[in-house]
């Protein structure tokens, strides 16, 4: 396969150029054939990026299996051969909105931006994170007190001036512009706080190295920055164009250090999950999903749907047994069903149920309308809306670049959720995507839940004593309960 990337030629390098390069140099470790395709007849040397990745050029006229091409450029999609597919790096430049229906996918940087780009278009859109490289320049240094970064970018200058005219005697103020990634990280780790005044964004380079270079975060998500700036979490987040709000983060923070060195201890580890080895296995799902092999790929869990019965039976029982005291459910879906087993329970006390599953031999134990043969790595819509919905490790056998698909199928069923995944080491048939509770907890924040500590608890508590639930274990260890942050919840019996 023979993946040209498109890009723009800009006399100022930008940021962007910069994630195009990586990706290619990424799928050449692969072993995929990627190439970087200047729109001009020209090629250029990425002096700016420290390191410098490995890459190869093609032209326009040049043949490829896949092509491309950025949100900026997608006028050329009109007059290239091969499958098609539109990287919007930020949704707010999406133009000629009409041309994306001649796209089979869309990349986007952040979960929040996809979210975004599904808004505008009805083309499948996949997440491939950008990266800061481990030998990269960012880095903590001698902060000094009360100097204040701000990079000229989109929209920066009117609220810049804004900004300096109420707290030019209060902040050191430096902006900063076309340097490179060296001058750039020295200043980084001389300031003590980053203003950002951009917007719209769809993966804010310049706050994730701030952050890891142990600047105290102030300012505009752009939508995108929402993927990683969390309001006091780890950063000081203002509305879009809210200069006021900006100013008041800033003299908070300078007068609470305790809480802006916790948002920077919290900001600098955030900032580290964004590493090149998270976006190579989002790069490995966009090639899998290049090459459609249909739900023919899931044949392999035939031979499980049967020892699923076997083994797994009683804990169905107990499982739903707890979830039907807790929750008093009238509907429920179950994601990943298998067999469907863990619906039985809720059958047999009346509930409307759903389960869905790639796998072609899975549904057996439900009727054909209890059933939904469906890859739940694309977008799913249940024909309901259930009480509860259940999703026991599924998780893990998907790649990570279909992880947030995986979990915005969950939020579309229900406003309650009952949740499984395989951690980090535990054994398992096809378990490629083992994560920690709390990489699956920050998709879910994205979608509007929150992980509800007090009801996990209170499931878990009742899991003991349940002999199928304690021979399995993973339920004890993987369980959790996600709610929507909304009124209205279904009520559930918390005593």
């Keep these: 396969m023979r993946i040209g990337y498109v890009t723009t030629c800009p006399e100022v390098p930008v940021g962007g150029v910069s994630v195009i390069f990586w990706h290619v140099a990424l799928l050449r470790e692969m072993g995929i054939e990627a190439f970087v395709v200047p729109d001009k007849a020209s090629t250029y040397d990425p ?44 949704h707010g430049l999406m133009r000629n909105l009409e041309l994306y229906k001649d796209v089979s996918l869309v990349l986007s940087v952040s979960e929040p931006s996809a979210r975004e780009i599904e808004k505008k ?7 491939v994170n950008p990266f800061i490289h481990p030998s990269s320049p960012f880095r903590p240094g001698k902060k000094e007190e ?23 005697d209060e902040f050191k103020f430096v902006l900063a512009s076309c340097m490179t990634q060296k001058e750039l990280s020295e200043l980084y780790s001389s300031s003590e706080y980053y203003l950002h005044l951009s917007f719209p964004e769809g993966w ?3 706050v994730a190295e701030a952050m890891k270079s142990g600047c105290c975060v102030v300012g505009f998500s752009g939508t995108g920055g929402l993927e990683f700036m969390k309001h006091l979490e780890t950063a000081y987040v203002a509305p ?35 590493t090149p080895e998270r976006t190579k296995n989002q790069l490995a799902a966009f090639v899998e999903r290049l090459s459609p092999k249909g739900l023919g790929r899931f044949d392999r869990y035939i031979p499980l749907m049967e020892k699923i019965v076997k083994l797994e ?6 499982i739903g047994e707890i979830i039907l005291r807790m929750f008093r459910p009238k509907s429920v879906i179950d994601l990943g069903c298998g067999p469907g087993i863990y619906l039985l329970p809720f059958k047999r006390a009346g509930c409307r149920v759903l389960g869905v599953d790639a796998c072609p031999e899975a549904g057996k134990m439900l009727k054909k309308s209890e059933f939904v043969l469906a890859d739940l790595t694309r977008p799913f819509d249940p024909p309901f809306k259930a009480d509860v919905c259940i999703c026991f490790e599924v998780g893990e056998h998907i790649d990570e670049g279909y992880s947030a698909v995986l979990v915005e199928n969950c939020t579309r069923c229900a406003d309650t959720i009952v949740w499984s995944a395989a951690r980090p080491g535990q054994a398992g048939f096809d378990h490629k995507n083992c994560q920690w509770l ?14 509800d500590r007090d009801l996990t608890k209170k499931m878990k508590d009742m899991m003991f ?13 993987n369980g959790a309960i996600f709610r929507r942050q909304d009124e209205g919840l279904l009520r559930c019996d918390r005593g």
């Design 47 to 90: 002096w700016w990026m420290v390191p410098k990745p490995k890459v190869k050029f093609a032209s326009l006229e040049d043949e490829m299996d896949v092509w491309v091409v950025p949100e900026v450029r997608i006028d050329l999609v009109r007059g290239l051969k091969g499958t098609k597919v539109a990287f919007v790096q930020n």
């Design 121 to 127: 278009v009805d083309v499948p859109v996949l997440v």
């Design 146 to 168: 009360g100097k204040v970064l701000v990079l000229s970018r989109k929209k920066t200058s009117m609220f810049y001036d804004r900004v300096l005219s109420l707290l030019k």
């Design 204 to 206: 804010p380079a310049p």
């Design 240 to 274: 879009d164009g809210d200069v006021e709000e900006c100013v008041r983060g800033l003299r908070m923070l300078r007068e609470n250090p305790d809480l802006r060195r916790k948002m920077v201890e919290r900001a600098m580890e955030v900032a580290g999950v964004y």
């Design 313 to 318: 039976s009683r804990q169905a029982e107990e």
């Design 438 to 451: 709390d990489f699956w907890w920050r998709l879910f924040e994205i979608y509007g839940f929150t992980y």
């Design 465 to 477: 004593g349940k002999p199928g639930i304690e021979e399995r274990k993973w339920l004890i260890w």
